[in-house]
């Protein structure tokens, strides 16, 4: 049981390159959510997903594009990097129907774009 | 959700309490207070939650108060490995609308 799983941990990228970060899930969670954070600052919310093949904006949704085409898979792309993309990025999961609802993180995507 | 305040920082020495606290004094009847901590580097760890009772589980207690507008983490022993960002957070419980994370406490421990 793996958890939340993110790919690749670490990239380096040129400013107009795209990519794509990878969250895959084992947990049988209905919800993911890709979060970015900056440094000195708390999470925030760039899209997310309440099933498959649903997505949803969250607080910073431009720039990114996100797919869920399999429910234990969520998918963030930047199709023309730019510098203000240099972030940490993590991806989480959660069933909200349960009381507690707690969110289960991926360890992080360390993104550069020079 | 409701809105919380939290110290920016705090510092504790390694084997003692720490009390983290949290006012939120706009929570409503059916809203819930949850901690979350980030460890530096890491996705943030979910840790307690409680609606009015006192909640303890295996790392650490959650003491509200009888009017619900303020709270108190506690770490009753705390270690050099709990030295993280701790966010406290309400909100109504299975709400199916995502988290939203502020700033938070950061919790230095010192040996």
């Known amino acids: 049981n793996a958890g939340v799983t993110q790919t690749p941990k670490f990239r380096v990228l040129k400013t107009g390159q795209s990519m794509t970060l990878l969250c895959a899930q084992d947990m049988n969670h209905e919800y993911m959510y890709w979060y970015r954070q900056d440094p000195g600052m708390g999470l925030r919310l760039i899209h997310y997903?309440?099933?498959?093949?649903?997505?949803a904006k969250g607080e910073v949704p431009d720039g990114y594009n996100v797919s869920r085409l399999k429910k234990q898979n969520f998918l963030l792309g930047l199709e023309s990097a730019a510098p203000s993309q240099t972030s940490v990025y993590f991806c989480a999961s959660n069933i909200p129907a349960r009381e507690a609802g707690e969110l289960f993180f991926g360890e992080g995507s360390r993104l550069t774009v020079l | 959700d409701a809105k919380t305040t939290q110290p920016p920082s705090m510092d504790c020495a390694e084997g003692r309490a720490a009390n983290l606290p949290c006012n939120h004094s706009?929570?409503?009847?059916?809203?819930?207070v949850y901690w979350y901590r980030q460890i530096h580097s890491q996705g943030p760890q979910y840790i307690i939650h409680g609606l009015k009772n006192n909640e303890t589980n295996e790392m650490a207690s959650l003491i509200i108060t009888e009017d619900r507008k303020s709270s108190t983490l506690i770490l009753p022993h705390a270690t050099l490995r709990d030295t993280a960002v701790y966010y406290c957070i309400v909100r109504v419980s299975r709400r199916n609308t995502p988290l939203v994370f502020g700033k938070g406490t950061r919790l230095s421990v010192i040996a």
């Open positions: 706009t929570i409503s009847g059916n809203e819930y």
């Open positions: 997903s309440v099933g498959e093949g649903t997505t």
